[in-house]
């Protein structure tokens, strides 16, 4: 952080030109600049992820975002949305904030976050929550517990005074996540063997189809936001949202790292597995161009990372409280870790998991996943 006085007068300005969301994406970089922890993502990445152009979630969603400064420094970011689609399930006038990072003072973090409830409560809005960056399908959560090991790829990054600082805003938690890492070499429980024995022979499982590529993504869809529907704070992944997934999906793994479980011919369960990027992009400093394409992919193809991460596994509902469920969720984990093992990786990072998801964490748990990181959600009303 630039050591910039207390006493020289806070200003928070507007993301409206190309130039003002160049400044916006930059500030992460000064705020962690000192966090050994801390790896910059790709800008090219950030840009279009704040991109009504290449986001799909903009269809649905508007946003507006804020720099502050002192003087001439940059000393803090945020972001305020509003989702359609979200509304339109709830129907409880709830907005969120992302995208925030801040120097450690309480000034800077209430102006932020008071411009944000500004711009919500003109959108209608009477609750916020947050933080989101920018959609619970995206990335989701504070980190609270776990600042010493670099984030994966598509999660989050804080540093140890932000929860407190924001707590002193007047939020308070609304619901915890975790992230667990696992070895691929676990050794299968007794209880699991016996689970699998029993189903061997109405369940399936099997790779993702590249030559059927598409509609194999249309049916994961389909099975994720049947699975995930009732969770906490569920938003259903739209068409065009997944299809982006789908052609990021082609570039970053083989179609062994995306397997689905069938019972009986039927489509029950999948799971998505991830090299992790950010490992193979830390010596980076966030430019793509003009090497590091060529690097990344060899990085990625030829040196696959230690590290991978599950970002989606879901099994449909009318499985998940029956014997066969958990059977399912390991069935798919299990099918992953051979040619993650075979590719070199070394751990793999289950993420993220509800703090109240009892059966997930029993299962991950059970082959000695470890729970190295927690990300805290937090909300507040807004006043009148």
């Known amino acids: 952080?630039?050591?910039?006085?207390?006493?020289v007068s806070l200003r928070i300005t507007p993301v409206v030109s190309k130039a003002d969301l160049k400044q916006f994406i930059a500030v992460a970089e000064t705020i962690f600049k000192d966090d050994?922890?801390?790896?910059?993502?790709?800008?090219?990445?950030?840009?279009?992820?704040?991109?009504?152009?290449?986001?799909?979630?903009f269809r649905h969603a508007k946003w507006q975002a804020w720099i502050a400064w002192r003087g001439e420094y940059v000393v803090g970011r945020i972001s305020a949305q509003v989702d359609s689609l979200y509304l339109e399930r709830y129907n409880d006038a709830t907005g969120f904030f992302g995208m925030f990072d801040a120097e450690d003072n309480q000034e800077t973090f209430q102006l932020l976050l008071d411009t944000a409830h500004t711009w919500l409560k003109e959108q209608g809005m009477k609750k916020v929550r947050g933080p989101f960056n920018l959609s619970i399908n995206e990335e989701m959560g504070l980190l609270v517990d776990g600042f010493t090991t670099p984030p994966v790829f598509m999660m989050s990054h804080?540093?140890?005074?932000?929860?407190?600082?924001?707590?002193?805003?007047?939020?308070?938690?609304?619901?915890?996540?975790?992230?667990?890492?696992?070895?691929?070499?676990?050794?299968?429980?007794?209880?699991?063997?016996?689970?699998?024995?029993?189903?061997?022979?109405?369940?399936?499982?099997?790779?993702?189809?590249?030559?059927?590529?598409?509609?194999?993504?249309?049916?994961?869809?389909?099975?994720?936001?049947?699975?995930?529907?009732?969770?906490?704070?569920?938003?259903?992944?739209?068409?065009?949202e997944f299809q982006e997934l789908g052609n990021n999906l082609k570039f970053l793994v083989s179609a062994e790292l995306i397997q689905i479980a069938e019972v009986d011919g039927e489509a029950a369960a999948f799971v998505v597995t991830l090299p992790n990027i950010n490992e193979a992009i830390r010596d980076f400093n966030g430019k793509l161009l003009p090497f590091g394409l060529f690097k990344l992919l060899?990085?990625?193809?030829?040196?696959?990372?230690?590290?991978?991460?599950?970002?989606?596994?879901?099994?449909?509902?009318?499985?998940?409280?029956?014997?066969l469920g958990p059977g399912l969720a390991f069935l798919v984990i299990d099918a992953v870790r051979i040619p993650l093992q075979r590719l070199g990786a070394e751990q793999i990072e289950l993420s993220w998991i509800l703090e109240d998801n009892a059966g997930m964490r029993n299962i991950i748990e059970s082959i000695g996943g470890d729970a190295y990181k927690r990300y805290r959600v937090f909300e507040r009303q807004l006043s009148d």
């Open 298 to 323: 060899w990085r990625l193809k030829v040196r696959f990372p230690k590290t991978a991460r599950v970002p989606l596994l879901g099994v449909r509902k009318k499985f998940q409280n029956t014997r």
């Open 36 to 57: 050994p922890a801390w790896i910059t993502p790709l800008i090219l990445e950030r840009t279009m992820h704040l991109s009504a152009k290449t986001n799909p979630y």
């Open 158 to 240: 804080a540093l140890p005074y932000y929860a407190k600082r924001i707590e002193q805003c007047g939020y308070v938690k609304a619901k915890d996540t975790l992230a667990y890492m696992l070895s691929p070499d676990f050794e299968v429980p007794t209880v699991m063997k016996r689970i699998i024995a029993k189903a061997k022979s109405k369940v399936t499982v099997r790779a993702i189809n590249l030559k059927t590529f598409d509609q194999e993504m249309l049916l994961l869809r389909d099975i994720f936001n049947d699975a995930w529907s009732e969770n906490w704070g569920f938003i259903p992944f739209t068409e065009e």
């Open 1 to 7: 952080m630039n050591n910039v006085s207390d006493s």
